[in-house]
Structure formats: structure tokens, C-alpha cells
């Protein structure tokens, strides 16, 4: 698959461990900063990410903040995303088993890399069931387009 990756200054720590990793189970990765850990602002972050993702530039996105919520709240703003934020594994892959989920997001104060990694393969390997799931990801698009549900 082709990923988006981005993050604050604080999950810029985790996330070189990340690009690797995601690049040894044969994805191809963009980074789209930040490149240091010089303080900045995951809302810059999340955006872009998010925005590559929604025009279809990238099958998916993956987002690294203090805990997640910042970045993935951000990134739920733009149309077309469903991000969702996981520290555990199980959860990671029912959202996109269930929800169709198209970035996923960790906090690098919350979980250690070989979690980081674990939630990722699952997240990664897991394939949208459809069905009744779909009806309700087409119920989220009409909430997002302010349509009667
Ligand atoms: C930055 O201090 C921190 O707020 C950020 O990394 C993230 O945790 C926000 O949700």
C-alpha cells in the first residue's frame, strides 16, 4: 500500500520506528513531517495527512501525536476521513473491519513501539466486512454532508 505518515514534535520520536517497520512488511511511505522535534502543531499535521488521504493520493494514513486524540480529532475534520485512535490492537482492526477506517492514529506517550507495531500489522491486514457495516458508514458520510439520517 501506499501510506501518508505524519505527526506532532512529540510523536516524532516514534515515528522513524514506524516508517521502518512499515516499510519492511513492503509498503511504500511519505512522510509528510515534521522532520524534527522542534515544537510545532499536530493540527498542521493531521490536516495534510488527511487531505492526501481523502483525494486518494494515499490507500491510507497513519498519525503520531502526545496520544493521538489531537491529531486524529484534526484529521476527522476533513471530509471523507475516519481516523480512529488505538492503543490496542483489537480495537484498531475492528475499525476497519467495522468502519472502514482510513487513518490510524497512536499516542507516543501512550504506547511503546512493539505496540506501536502491533496495532499497525493489525490495522494494516484487517479488510472492511461491508454489508450492514456499510449502511453505517453511509449513515457517518450523510452526517458529515448534514443529511437527515
Ligand atoms: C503536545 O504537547 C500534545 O498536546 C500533543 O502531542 C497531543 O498529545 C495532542 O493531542
Given at each position: 500500500?501506499?501510506?501518508?505518515?505524519?505527526?506532532?514534535?512529540?510523536?516524532?520520536?516514534?515515528?522513524?520506528?514506524?516508517?521502518?517497520?512499515?516499510?519492511?512488511?513492503?509498503?511504500?511511505?511519505?512522510?509528510?513531517?515534521?522532520?524534527s522535534?522542534?515544537?510545532?502543531?499536530?493540527?498542521i499535521?493531521?490536516?495534510?495527512?488527511?487531505?492526501?488521504?481523502?483525494?486518494?493520493?494515499?490507500?491510507?494514513?497513519?498519525?503520531?501525536?502526545?496520544?493521538?486524540?489531537?491529531?486524529?480529532?484534526t484529521?476527522?475534520?476533513?471530509?471523507?476521513i475516519?481516523?480512529?485512535?488505538?492503543?490496542?490492537?483489537?480495537?484498531?482492526?475492528?475499525?476497519?473491519?467495522?468502519?472502514?477506517?482510513?487513518?490510524?492514529?497512536?499516542?507516543?506517550?501512550?504506547?511503546?513501539?512493539?505496540?506501536?507495531?502491533?496495532?499497525?500489522?493489525?490495522?494494516?491486514?484487517?479488510?472492511?466486512?461491508?454489508?450492514?457495516?456499510?449502511?453505517?458508514?453511509?449513515?457517518?458520510?450523510?452526517?458529515?454532508?448534514?443529511?437527515?439520517?
Amino acid at each position: 500500500m501506499n501510506i501518508a505518515i505524519g505527526s506532532d514534535h512529540v510523536g516524532f520520536e516514534l515515528k522513524p520506528a514506524i516508517i521502518e517497520y512499515l516499510k519492511e512488511l513492503g509498503h511504500e511511505v511519505t512522510d509528510f513531517g515534521p522532520n524534527s522535534s522542534d515544537r510545532t502543531d499536530y493540527p498542521i499535521y493531521g490536516k495534510k495527512v488527511a487531505e492526501e488521504v481523502a483525494s486518494k493520493h494515499y490507500d491510507c494514513g497513519i498519525l503520531i501525536c502526545g496520544t493521538g486524540v489531537g491529531i486524529s480529532i484534526t484529521a476527522n475534520k476533513v471530509h471523507g476521513i475516519r481516523a480512529v485512535v488505538c492503543s490496542e490492537p483489537y480495537s484498531a482492526k475492528l475499525s476497519k473491519e467495522h468502519n472502514n477506517t482510513n487513518i490510524l492514529a497512536f499516542g507516543s506517550r501512550v504506547v511503546g513501539s512493539e505496540l506501536a507495531k502491533m496495532i499497525v500489522r493489525e490495522w494494516l491486514s484487517a479488510t472492511f466486512e461491508g454489508g450492514r457495516h456499510a449502511n453505517r458508514v453511509e449513515m457517518i458520510a450523510k452526517v458529515e454532508r448534514e443529511e437527515q439520517i
